[in-house]
């Protein structure tokens, strides 16, 4: 099994999310919730048009951390 990061922005009337390490494979939501299934939906997608092209399934190379600052005064 291979983990995909995905990235989920805050836009100004939903969310977004996308995929890094498979460029073109976006989705939107209304919520974390839906927009996780979307994406998910999104990548079984991406794969299978790729699989169905005869292209290779890209590894998932892109690591994901936080950096912790302090707060503002």
Do not use: F, Q
């Amino acid at each position: 099994m291979k983990k995909y990061a995905i990235v989920i922005e805050h836009r100004e009337n939903n969310l977004s999310a996308y995929a890094p390490d498979l460029p073109g494979c976006i989705s939107t939501g209304k919520t974390v919730d839906e927009v996780e299934r979307n994406i998910r939906e999104a990548i079984e997608l991406y794969m299978e048009g790729l699989r169905e092209d005869g292209e290779p399934i890209p590894e998932p190379l892109t690591a994901v951390a936080y950096v912790e600052l302090p707060d503002a005064a």
